[in-house]
């Protein structure tokens, strides 16, 4: 996205951020998330300060190379929790509004606190939430699972299989 775009793109987002948050919070300032790496479809990825400097929102927009990436993928979020019991599914991060600017799908994610920055901490957080992560999957798991018959198999697996590993351009770990 160009600065200029950019730009627009904020103040875009500021007035849709109030109808979002209603009074519950100030918006104070819309910065870039993480460096742009210069891929070509690049998702811009923004956050969101209230006027404390708490982050509160995280957004995502599309690029021109594929515009509805983003709007697929907060379908694809929205399909997976309905696919699943309440008490799975729930756990699943929706957006919490889908847009479009300019011809790009964008989404609103509220913020999520990342676990520490601190080896230790981090270390101890993650041992904490692994065992809840996987027991969560497995759950997942059984409530998705789903019989397939020998031409699905073929057709959904051997045959996508097949065609990475002719693909030049893999290397030998992937293939």
Known sequence: MEELTLNEFKQHLFSI???VFGNSKKIGEINSFCKIKGVIDETVKLMVKDSHGHNIAVVLCSSPVSPKLVARGAKNSHLATQMLPPELGNHILTPLYEG???GLSYIIMRYCMPLSSNRYIWYFE???LSPLLFQWLAM???ATVTQLNSSQIETEFVI???H???LEGMTDGIR
Do not use: K, V, Y
């Open 160 to 162: 996508p299989l097949q």
């Open 164 to 166: 990475l590993i002719e």
């Open 140 to 142: 997942i798991t059984s």
């Open 126 to 128: 993650r041992a904490l």
């Open 100 to 102: 479009d600017f300019q």
């Open 17 to 19: 951020l109030g109808e």
